[in-house]
Each structure stands twice: as C-alpha cells, then as structure tokens.
C-alpha cells in the first residue's frame, strides 16, 4: 500500500520498528537518535526525493521543538500505516479513484447540462430552415 507523498504532508508519522534519525539526508549521514516503536516521528512538512550517491531513497523531514529539521528515511514497515489512514490520508489507489469519480462526475453534469441546449438548439435551426423553405415557396408562389 502506498499514499502519494501530497497525502501524508501535514500528518504525525509514528514509528512501527526503531526508527534512525539524521540531521541531512544523505545515506552516510550521522544517526543523531532512534524514535523507539510506537512513539511520535513528527509531522510531516516535506520530502526529498532519491539522488544517486547522495540518498538511495526518500526522505520526511520534520521540524524539532526548536525549528532545526531532521529527517528519516521512508521504507516499507517502518512506519504505521493505520494511523496515516486514520487522519484521513489516501493511498494512491483512492487518489486515483477519486479522480477517476469526479471526471466522471463532471462528463455526465456536462453531458446533461449541454444537451437540453443542443436539443433546443437543434430544435430551432430545425424550425428556422422549416420557415425558411416555407418562405421560399411562399415567396416563389406570389411572384
């Protein structure tokens, strides 16, 4: 199960195992302390993204008390899913439902929306070119 990275700013992240903390993200990067299983890793604020010799994988980053960031590594089992879920994060899958629902939404509101106006439109170039061949016949008759 995975959450766009979009639906988890902003969330306490709490720690499934042990969990290293760094002051920089960087794979060689001294581990300044462990947030112990079950205990509060920090809301999220943001993430850094994998560069090759530098970080192999994703990053949170978080603030401390004081304003200093710290960050921990994102892999899979470290961290408790549920609790994520429970303040009201979406996995991926959801997101792309939910966007799949509300295009689907907005087609069908459009396509009803336009098609009494298409109807009605459709009616009155029909009764136009009626009047239209009428008056022509009237007009070719009278002369």
């Given amino acids: 199960m995975s959450f766009p990275v979009s639906e ?11 969990i290293p903390v760094k002051r920089v993200a960087r794979d060689d990067a ?19 993204s994998p560069i090759p010799g530098i970080r192999s994988s994703v ?13 921990t ?17 979406r996995t991926s899958a959801q997101v792309v439902e939910d966007r799949r629902r509300a295009a689907q939404h907005f087609l069908q509101n459009f396509a009803e929306d336009n098609a009494s106006f298409v109807t009605s439109s459709a009616s009155k ?16 008759a009278l002369r």
Avoid: C
Avoid at 64 to 71: E, F, L, R
């Fill in 59 to 71: 990053y949170f980053m978080f603030y401390d008390p004081q304003g200093n960031t710290y960050v």
């Fill in 8 to 18: 988890v700013v902003g969330k306490t992240l709490t720690a499934k195992i042990r």
């Fill in 125 to 140: 170039v029909v009764t136009g070119l009626a009047f239209g061949i009428a008056m022509f016949f009237v007009v070719k």
């Fill in 30 to 48: 001294e581990i300044i302390g462990y947030i112990p299983p079950g205990g509060t890793v920090g809301v999220i604020y943001s993430w850094l």
């Fill in 73 to 89: 590594e994102i892999k899979s089992g470290w961290y408790n899913i549920e609790h994520l879920r429970n303040q009201g994060a």
